[in-house]
């Protein structure tokens, strides 16, 4: 099946800091890929669409300038925490489609980030 | 606005039991209905529905969709303590927009 990576698994940083995490396809070429966050013993929130190429297109209520997504070529997206507060902290995973669209959509292993 | 609702929120059951898991959606231009099954990390693919009446199985799991009632359920059969998980659903429109689901905290004893 479809393998999608996370990078890194866990981060610690201090408020006021920016962190960057990276989602790979490491067997398909991801023409959509979509970040979310889940709070604990909450759903996933879609935060994010990005498609190869273009800018992303962020959800109601997501700031576009604090979390910067880079979608540069078609195995790999960067979610970038700008300016960290402790309120970041949450598990972030992306997703990845191959048929550009979100019909199947294979997860990443997620990404826990805690804001010190 | 886009909604997806999962029941039961949380569910118990004793190995051997057969459980079935609803999701109902509500949602502009639907394309598909996506369950996963999430344990301690992201969530696992197993099934994509997108056509109204046709069942999906893999193993003991079994999905089936109904757009006209703009529902989905999965059932497992014969359940074991490792089906313990939280079962999301979610409706993905022609637009590629995905809504989840609350999702279904299904803990299975010995």
């Known amino acids: 099946g479809a393998v999608v990576s996370q990078h890194p698994s866990r981060v610690i940083c201090k408020s006021g800091t920016s962190v960057k995490i990276e989602c790979r396809s490491l067997?398909?070429?991801?023409?959509?890929m979509f970040w979310y966050r889940q709070f604990p013993k909450q759903s996933l929130m879609l935060m994010a669409t990005?498609?190869?190429?273009?800018?992303?297109?962020?959800e109601q209520g997501v700031e576009k300038d604090k979390f910067l997504i880079n979608h540069a070529s078609l195995t790999l997206s960067t979610l970038t925490v700008t300016s960290a507060h402790p309120e970041d902290s949450s598990f972030y995973i992306c997703s990845a489609s191959g048929t550009g669209g979100a019909y199947e959509q294979y997860f990443g292993p997620g990404t826990r980030l805690t804001v010190t | 606005e886009d909604k997806v609702v999962q029941s039961p929120l949380s569910l118990v059951v004793h190995e051997g039991d057969t459980v079935t898991l609803n999701c109902s959606y509500e949602v502009t231009n639907f394309r598909s209905l996506l369950w996963y099954k999430q344990e301690k990390k992201a969530p696992t693919f197993l099934f994509m529905l997108t056509s109204s009446g046709i069942e999906k199985k893999s193993g003991r799991l079994s999905s089936i969709l109904d757009k006209k009632e703009l529902f989905s359920i999965l059932n497992i059969t014969a359940t074991q303590t490792g089906d313990s998980a939280v079962y999301l659903c979610?409706?993905?429109?022609?637009?590629?927009?995905?809504?989840f689901g609350d999702g279904t905290t299904l803990t299975v004893k010995p």
């Open positions: 990005s498609n190869e190429g273009s800018k992303a297109t962020y």
């Open positions: 067997d398909f070429q991801a023409t959509t």
């Open positions: 979610a409706a993905i429109t022609n637009a590629g927009k995905s809504t």
